[in-house]
């Protein structure tokens, strides 16, 4: 095991362009909760039935406020020692380092990562359904029980910045993660189950242009067999230890 994390951070080392990939696997260490439990006072209601455009058009004010309580819940967490492997990684390959995420939780950018595609968007961002005009300072949302309008064009409502359920992905998010996934030469998927489309094409993307693909996951998934390397436990324990050995 120790050659092969060995011979797995030397071919990072050498790589000229470095691509990481997460899912939310890497964020389970954080505490973060899935919203699929059986207490509280969402419990009625599933997370597909709620993260939709049509849910949100129907019933503004209770998809609001569960987007409230997610954001309460999710800024109490703290990036884990994979985030800030990463956010090492990051100071290391600088503007040859691009991380894509599929997560809207802020832990990487709280851990230091600056050179990132958020492929589902942010939920600590809303945006204007009118004009589109993008909020990141919270004071626009925290505790508004309705949904605000926007002071912009003054009539659009704000919600989410996020990809919701058969939305389609930001086309130049996508376009630019799919560019640096065809165009490095080692690429790090960690904690994603590699099921979503189109993301889960990138790995694919990158292992037909002759990448280096490393997967780090607590189980074998759609993307282990473009993977060079499979490596099946948690991310915060072993993660800090092949970046250690890159330094
Ligand atoms: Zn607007």
Request: proline share 4%; net charge positive.
């Amino acid at each position: 095991m120790n050659d092969k994390i060995e011979q797995i951070a030397q071919n990072i080392k050498n790589a000229k362009r470095l691509v990481v990939f997460t899912g939310a696997g890497i964020s389970k260490a954080s505490g973060i909760p899935t919203f699929r439990g059986k207490d509280g006072l969402w419990k009625k209601y599933s997370p597909q039935e709620l993260s939709t455009l049509k849910a949100f058009v129907d019933n503004p004010k209770l998809v609001w406020q569960w987007y409230n309580e997610r954001r309460r819940l999710i800024k109490k967490a703290k990036p884990n020692a994979a985030h800030h492997a990463i956010a090492k990684l990051e100071t290391i390959f600088k503007d040859n380092f691009t991380l894509i995420t599929q997560n809207i939780d802020s832990l990487h950018k709280k851990a230091g990562n600056q050179r990132i595609y958020e492929l589902h968007g942010n939920i600590f961002e809303v945006r204007c359904m009118r004009c589109g005009q993008v909020y990141k300072d919270d004071k626009i949302y925290e505790e508004r029980e309705l949904v605000p309008k926007c002071k912009y064009c003054k009539e659009g409502s704000l919600r989410p910045n996020i990809v919701w359920f058969g939305e389609n992905l930001d086309r130049d998010i996508l376009n630019n993660s799919m560019k640096k996934s065809a165009t490095c030469d080692c690429f790090i998927a960690i904690g994603t189950s590699g099921v979503v489309q189109p993301a889960a094409s990138l790995p694919k993307i990158a292992h037909d242009n002759n990448a280096f693909v490393v997967e780090i996951n607590i189980e074998y998934s759609g993307i282990s067999i473009f993977a060079d390397e499979v490596i099946l436990q948690e991310a915060d324990s072993i993660l800090p230890d092949i970046v250690e050995r890159i330094y």
